[in-house]
């Protein structure tokens, strides 16, 4: 619940350390708040000083050196496009004289109203030291000062003007602010410049009576909500097999370093041990787990079930090998029970050629590595990032980037598809307006923002 009365902020960077921290204000006391926090470096006090963009200076608690950059709001923008200052109150003329208002079925469709939480103004951005302690620092001021913290989403979402353009460019914003690699960072700063423009296309279709049209491009769109959403969410790979045959020495080799215990004694991975990192430039989360086998081990078989339930959850399955030793029927049923995505066959710098022939036989796609010696491991590197991502959308195409937006479109298309095209126009007029009404609809963590 927010109070559109209230001056709110948010720390809008990812967490932990970086060059710069951005935290953002926004509201009526935002200026005078700034005025006893922050000392300019020219002396003048910083609410005299509207007339800069950007002012230099000192944060008076910690005598950090930081900027306090000053930007209007997505809802000041759009005043000033229609050449009306948003630091002046507007004066209206009289209204002109109305026409009669024609039959109920052909009324003109209304766009939706802004919320009563709309907050307007100014955003004004300090930019400090990248550090967790600086941040919290000014965090704590603010907060003293009256002004409420929120989420980072749902501080851009409230600040986005009402259309539904905006408010899809405020959801890729913080997406972008998420993005843990160049590739999907460079993914969704092209979706900057291409997913409004589609969404105000669509919105137009709908409120045109053109739901045939709308619905075409809410499915194009659609069809790339997986590919979207883990942009910013890491896909889960997760390494299964036997006891000791070298999934955790697979994962140190992937990732460059020593994440995983190795030991040559079977069972030493009892729990799921995950790293993060990245495979052909999407984020990937590793997860080494136990050997599957059957144990009276309390704790090995407490293990060995968290392995299963990982490997059930997984989007992509690899069960390793040991190809130094001869094929059984248990490797069989081992594959027939897991369905892996990829089969590595290990150790393979231990193996004799007549075993390796003899895996081969039975799995002929088969990937041959060796963790000891590195032979393999870029191979098994290269099948993951094509195995995760096997499609990619035209460069051009917009797609949803979290599974809220891909619900919004759910939704709209929904009712569009319900909407009988024999319908009246007033029929057709309701069903648009609650369509848009849908893609409007802005959530952060399952909470509507609200007033």
């Known amino acids: 619940m927010v109070n559109h009365s209230k001056t709110i902020c948010s720390l809008l960077t990812p967490r932990g350390r970086g060059a710069v921290a951005v935290i953002a204000l926004h509201g009526s006391t935002a200026n005078n708040v700034l005025d006893s926090c922050f000392t300019p470096a020219n002396g003048k006090p910083f609410a005299t000083q509207s007339h800069r963009k950007i002012v230099y200076g000192i944060w008076n608690s910690t005598g950090e050196d930081l900027i306090v950059f000053r930007r209007p709001s997505q809802s000041s923008k759009l005043a000033m496009r229609e050449g009306k200052d948003p630091a002046k109150p507007q004066t209206t003329s009289p209204p002109a004289r109305q026409e009669p208002r024609p039959p109920d079925d052909s009324r003109r469709l209304e766009a939706p109203q802004t919320p009563a939480n709309k907050i307007e103004s100014f955003c004004f951005e300090v930019h400090c030291h990248g550090g967790t302690m600086a941040s919290k620092s000014i965090l704590e001021d603010l907060s003293s000062a009256g002004i409420e ?3 980072p989403l749902q501080f851009i979402q409230l600040t986005a003007a009402d259309s539904i353009g905006e408010i899809w460019k405020s959801e890729l914003l ?9 590739r999907t960072a460079e993914i969704l700063l092209c979706q900057l410049s291409i997913g409004p423009v589609a969404m105000d296309s669509i919105a137009a279709e709908i409120e045109g009576n053109h739901f045939e049209s709308a619905l075409q491009q809410i499915q194009k769109i659609q069809q790339w909500a997986e590919f979207g959403i883990q942009l910013t969410q890491p896909r889960i790979v997760v390494f299964c097999g036997q006891p000791n045959v070298g999934k955790s020495s697979l994962v140190n080799s992937i990732v460059g370093f020593q994440r995983a215990i190795v030991n040559e004694v079977a069972g030493t991975t009892r729990d799921v041990v995950s790293q993060s990192t ?5 984020p990937v989360e590793l997860r080494d787990t136990a050997g599957l086998r059957e144990s009276e081990n309390i704790i090995e078989a407490i293990g060995i079930q968290k392995a299963r339930t990982e490997i059930a959850a997984a989007d992509l399955k690899i069960c390793v090998f ?4 001869s094929w059984d029927e248990s490797d069989g049923g ?34 041959v590595t060796s963790a000891e010696s590195g032979k393999g491991v870029d191979v098994l590197i290269q099948q993951i990032g094509t195995r995760l991502t096997p499609n990619l959308p035209d460069p051009q195409q917009a797609i949803p980037i979290s599974a809220d937006q891909a619900a919004r479109l759910e939704e709209s298309a929904t009712i569009l598809s319900a909407s009988p095209t024999n319908g009246s126009q007033s029929e057709r007029n309701a069903a648009a307006a609650e369509a848009l009404e849908r893609l409007l609809k802005r959530k952060h963590r399952g909470t509507e923002i609200t007033e």
Do not use: C, E, H, Y
């Not at 990245?278 to 999407?282: F, L, N, S, T």
């Not at 089969?343 to 081969?360: E, G, M, P, R, Y």
């Open 149 to 151: 913290r929120l989420p």
């Open 174 to 182: 913080f997406a972008l602010s998420q993005a843990s690699t160049k």
């Open 278 to 282: 990245a495979i052909a430039g999407w």
């Open 322 to 325: 040991d190809a130094s030793r």
């Open 334 to 367: 081992l594959i027939d029970s897991i369905n892996p995505d990829l089969v590595v066959l290990n150790k393979s710098d231990l193996a004799n050629q007549s075993d390796v022939q003899d895996w081969f036989g039975r799995i002929p796609d088969a990937i």
